[in-house]
């Protein structure tokens, strides 16, 4: 089963609006990541979470983790239309010899 | 922006040709993956190597093979290509523990 969930599947808003996108997973991790994908390109990091973090900011973004929960949220505020893009949670567990284990991202869609 | 490349972009190819896909980082990065999308979907682990001569199997490798025999060069290479293999392929380095993976930009494969 799906490690990490994010939710909503797609979003859509106005620039200047913030956008969130929450994520949540199943077990146990060192730290988890953000990443941006425009349409038919690779992935870009944005931010990372560590286990033993609650909240994490970078410029327009902001990250927050509740591993009680096993969940996570990215806040992106004032977006822009260049923001348009797939947004992927991924887990980095807490065990050797794994790789990152995506979600099924959320596309955010920002009209002007 | 990408120390890491992957060639072909794009492929086209017809059933039953061996193929192999390119993936090169300049960081000097011991961990390698490959990552297969489909459009809209997550990302599904293939391949990974922890270093020179290192190559663990994830997910979808059933029919797929790797090699690391540098530290920059990590091809995949499918032996029959099938119908059921196009997809997106992604090749991504990571270095130091808790930073994120750097992606290139992805192989388009069809094969008719």
């Known amino acids: 089963s799906q490690q990490g969930e994010e939710d909503p599947q797609a979003l859509s808003i106005q620039e200047g609006e913030n956008a969130t996108m929450n994520c949540s997973y199943k077990?146990?991790?060192?730290?988890l990541q953000w990443y941006r994908q425009n349409s038919g390109r690779g992935l870009v990091h944005l931010i990372l979470i560590r286990s033993n973090e609650r909240e994490k900011h970078s410029g327009r973004l902001r990250v927050t983790l509740d591993t009680s929960k096993k969940s996570s949220s990215l806040l992106i505020t004032a977006s822009r239309a260049a923001d348009t893009a797939s947004y992927f949670c991924a887990t980095d567990l807490n065990q050797a010899g794994t790789a990152l284990i995506f979600g099924k991202g959320t596309t955010l869609s920002v009209s002007s | 922006e990408a120390d890491i490349y992957q060639t072909p972009r794009y492929l086209v190819i017809g059933t039953g040709k061996k193929i192999t896909l390119e993936c090169s980082q300049t960081m000097g990065h011991d961990k390698m993956y490959w990552y297969q999308q489909d459009p809209g979907m997550e990302l599904h682990l293939i391949h990974y190597?922890?270093?020179?001569?290192?190559?663990e199997k994830g997910d979808l490798s059933s029919e797929s093979t790797v090699s690391r025999i540098r530290t920059e060069h990590f091809p995949l290479t499918l032996e029959s290509a099938r119908p059921s293999h196009t997809s997106q392929y992604l090749c991504a380095s990571s270095g130091t523990p808790n930073y994120g993976y750097t992606f290139g930009s992805g192989t388009r494969l069809t094969v008719v």
């Open positions: 190597s922890y270093g020179v001569n290192s190559t």
């Open positions: 077990t146990s991790i060192n730290n």
